[in-house]
């Protein structure tokens, strides 16, 4: 594996090692989800801005999610690693439905669950790793569970059928 080095400050090399232990990342995780994310969108994975005040509350983006989620599976399941390159087909199909918002990402060993909200509706969408082009979506409408498969690149017409 291929070796990669940069200079940065003391402040910002201590305070990053310290912000990745509490998330349960090392920094060549933090890098890597950098680097993977870069790849994956074509641009940096976050917006360069300087913040407002009232930036401080907005949701949980999508990075933040997959590393809580990372931090979270490493956690319970006494891992030191997982590799998120596996469900980044997933993840970006998912990036494209729209206009959506992202609540948890869980992550197992073989699969990878997202519930979100997509029109006023809460869905969980589950991607095994088995079967890289089918998704199976779920989601309540009055006290019944609705179910249905997808293909990876139909997750948005998919989801259009539930209403």
């Known amino acids: 594996m291929p070796t990669i080095q940069f200079r940065t400050d003391n402040q910002t090399k201590t305070a990053s090692t310290a912000l990745f232990k509490q998330l349960g990342i090392t920094m060549s995780d933090a890098i890597n989800l950098f680097l993977r994310q870069s790849v994956m969108r074509g641009e940096i994975p976050f917006t360069l801005s300087i913040p407002k005040e009232s930036d401080t509350e907005s949701k949980l983006s999508d ?16 891992k030191t690693n997982y590799d998120i390159a596996k469900a980044e087909p997933f993840l970006q199909a998912v990036e494209s439905i729209g206009s959506h918002s992202l609540k948890r990402i869980t ?15 809460e869905y969980v ?11 199976f979506i779920l989601t309540r ?11 990876l690149s139909n997750i948005s017409n998919t989801l259009k059928l539930f209403k």
């Open 107 to 121: 992550l197992q060993e073989n699969a990878v669950k997202i519930k979100l909200n997509y029109k006023n509706m």
């Open 63 to 78: 990075n933040e999610a997959i590393v809580d989620a990372i931090r979270r599976y490493k956690t319970v399941n006494k």
């Open 141 to 151: 409408k009055e006290e019944n569970l609705m179910v249905k498969d997808c293909n």
């Open 125 to 135: 969408l589950d991607y095994n790793f088995e079967e890289p082009d089918s998704v």
